[in-house]
């Protein structure tokens, strides 16, 4: 797989490897919808990459661009970006839009 130097901590989410990576994830997966358009996505990219240093071995952290990838964005019904949620045994359990600080970031996805 290639490395993307400004997602080092996180996975590519894509079509081809959803099942594996995010569906059937032993590990609860922070999956981080976005565009590249998007100024808050931008701001909000860094915070991810933050999360998934500190959670390493706890969580997998993956990214979803929703230009690339519309029918996986559309089974989350997703309307805003960006859109984080918490996925456990294939579940959302937890979900944040929009752009938040790191803190209010955890707290809205229950990550303490």
């Not at 990576?21 to 998007?38: G, N, Q, R, T």
């Not at 969580?59 to 996986?72: F, R």
């Not at 089974?75 to 803190?103: C, E, M, N, W, Y």
Request: overall charge negative.
């Amino acid at each position: 797989m290639e490395e993307y130097p400004s997602m080092s901590q996180s996975i590519e989410i894509t079509s081809s490897n959803f099942q594996s990576e995010v569906a059937e994830s032993e590990l609860p997966v922070l999956l981080d919808m976005w565009a590249a358009w998007c100024g808050p996505c931008r701001m909000v990219s860094p915070i991810v990459d933050e999360l998934a240093g500190e959670y390493a071995g706890r969580i997998k952290v993956g990214k979803l661009d929703v230009d690339a990838e519309p029918g996986i964005a559309a089974s989350f019904g997703v309307a805003s970006i960006p859109t984080i949620v918490l996925i456990k045994d294939g579940q959302v359990v937890a979900h944040a839009i929009g752009a938040r600080p790191k803190a209010q970031l955890a707290e809205a996805l229950r990550l303490d």
